[in-house]
Antibody, heavy 130, light 105 residues
Framework: QITLEESGPTLVKPTQTLTLTCTFS??????????VGWIRQPPGQALEWLAL???????YYNASLKSRLTITKDTSENQVVLTMTNMDPVDTATYYC??????????????????????WGQGTLVTVSS | DIQMTQSPSSLSASVGDRVTVTCRAS??????LNWYQQKPGKAPKVLIY???RLESGVPPRFSGSGSGTDFSLTISSLQPEDFATYYC????????FGQGTRLEI
């Protein structure tokens, strides 16, 4: 069974740095093709993808937030850490840790890789307020 | 970034109804489209991936269709547990989600 669990502060002050930890089980981030990421959702609003880290240390970020985000992994501890600098009240949201699932489908003679997010952690609500 | 636009934003329906939610991409994404269901206070769960493939364990009353820029999620006969918010997500490039469709009684 694959599970992911987010942990970190529930309240941060404006300008502070947020550090969230995702602890997962049921898979390894040292396995080829595996990736773990973060998605957030402000209260009553839509989902926003933030960052993704792959088994080979490749990292990808939401372009609009890239300057504020860092994603790292600790394979031995089965953890992924997201840091977000210069927090603002608009960053108040539930932050989800997710695993990226992928499959390769041959279309015509060309392989295509498809991916989606599954499963998700239960999420952690982070409030930014002074 | 590829923009995903869902319609309607909210939808009132009754148990037994057939409902369709649509999702439009700002450019062609082939069939790189996923659908998620989110119930209040819970994390989203994948329903459909690669536009038409039903996730294991998801009831067959859910179906997905479309390719290119226009996609749809159909629930053939609404059940009480289907009242939730539905999101589309493209995986053609940097992931982006639609704004959600709230399905309510």
């Amino acid at each position: 069974q694959i599970t992911l669990e987010e942990s970190g502060p529930t309240l941060v002050k404006p300008t502070q740095t947020l550090t969230l930890t995702c602890t997962f089980s049921g898979f390894s981030l040292s396995t080829s093709g595996v990736a773990v990421g973060w998605i957030r959702q402000p209260p009553g609003q839509a989902l926003e993808w933030l960052a993704l880290i792959y088994w080979n240390d490749d990292m990808y970020y939401n372009a609009s937030l890239k300057s504020r985000l860092t994603i790292t992994k600790d394979t031995s501890e089965n953890q992924v850490v997201l840091t977000m600098t210069n927090m603002d009240p608009v960053d108040t949201a539930t932050y989800y840790c997710v695993r990226r699932r992928s499959i390769v489908v041959v279309v015509g003679s060309k392989p295509r890789e498809y991916n989606w997010f599954d499963p998700w952690g239960q999420g952690t609500l982070v409030t930014v307020s002074s | 970034d590829i923009q995903m636009t869902q319609s309607p934003s909210s939808l009132s329906a009754s148990v037994g109804d057939r409902v369709t939610v649509t999702c439009r991409a700002s450019q062609s994404i082939s069939n790189y489209l996923n659908w998620y269901q989110q119930k209040p206070g819970k994390a989203p769960k994948v329903l459909i991936y690669i536009a038409t493939r039903l996730e294991s364990g998801v009831p067959p009353r859910f179906s997905g269709s479309g390719s290119g820029t226009d996609f749809s999620l159909t629930i053939s006969s609404l059940q009480p547990e289907d009242f939730a918010t539905y999101y589309c997500q493209q995986s053609y490039s940097t992931p982006t989600f639609g704004q959600g469709t709230r399905l309510e009684i």
